[in-house]
T-cell receptor
Framework: GESVGLHLPTLSVQEGDNSIINCAYS??????FIWYKQESGKGPQFIID?????DKRQGQRVTVLLNKTVKHLSLQIAATQPGDSAVYFC??????????????FGKGTKLSVKP | NAGVTQTPKFQVLKTGQSMTLQCAQD?????MYWYRQDPGMGLRLIYY???????DKGEVPNGYNVSRLNKREFSLRLESAAPSQTSVYFC????????????FGQGTRLTVV
């Protein structure tokens, strides 16, 4: 899961297994959350989002769970494939200087899928 | 549809040199952002622009300036580059509420020696 340390947490799974990536967010007032996937040498790509009035949202092979009580977000990937290998970031929408619209990113988790 | 385009992709600067990173989006988004990403770290917000004509500081603005040239373009300038600014820089754009996804460019890898 996410870490405040300097080293990127790594999750290693076998192809076909399910993956769970965790994220602790910082601002209890944040009302929108996104999971991004970043492959080596590329910019982050949107995977799935969830608003704070929901606790679960499903996409194609991915599910995001939101627990506002403990400020925790998770991304579940079903039947993980080698193409899922990447760094995954959670991001929360929060305020800077009273202006909304800014995403704050977590440190990221590197997912490695073993064939 | 190009999305968000950043130039250059790679750059090496000497300490004290200046340069401008360019970013353009073709999605008619109002909000644009500049982030930096250091090894093993998440993205940190440098500056953002909620709409044409406005810019605001993010988490790590020191050493940078920005210009929102028009709705499409948002540039990031390093006036006097320092080794601590060695990083990968990402530009992004989104709808202004922030409650929609941000689209990212491919990044500019900057090395300051």
């Amino acid at each position: 899961g996410e870490s405040v340390g300097l080293h990127l947490p790594t999750l290693s799974v076998q192809e076909g297994d399910n993956s769970i990536i965790n994220c602790a967010y910082s601002n209890s007032a944040s009302d929108y959350f996104i999971w991004y996937k970043q492959e080596s040498g590329k910019g982050p790509q949107f995977i799935i989002d969830i608003r704070s009035n929901m606790d679960k949202r499903q996409g194609q092979r991915v599910t995001v769970l939101l627990n506002k009580t403990v400020k925790h977000l998770s991304l579940q990937i079903a039947a993980t494939q080698p193409g899922d290998s990447a760094v995954y970031f959670c991001a929360e929408n929060t305020n800077y200087g009273g202006s909304q619209g800014n995403l704050i990113f977590g440190k990221g988790t590197k997912l490695s899928v073993k064939p | 549809n190009a999305g968000v385009t950043q130039t250059p992709k790679f750059q090496v600067l000497k300490t004290g040199q200046s340069m401008t990173l360019q970013c353009a989006q073709d999605m008619n988004h109002n909000s644009m952002y500049w982030y930096r990403q250091d090894p093993g770290m998440g993205l940190r917000l440098i500056y953002y622009s909620a709409s044409e004509g406005t810019t605001d500081k993010g988490e790590v603005p020191n050493g940078y300036n920005v210009s929102r040239l028009n709705k499409r373009e948002f540039s990031l300038r390093l006036e006097s580059a320092a080794p601590s600014q060695t990083s990968v820089y990402f530009c992004a754009s989104s709808e202004p509420t922030g409650r929609t996804e941000a689209f990212f460019g491919q990044g500019t890898r900057l090395t300051v020696v």
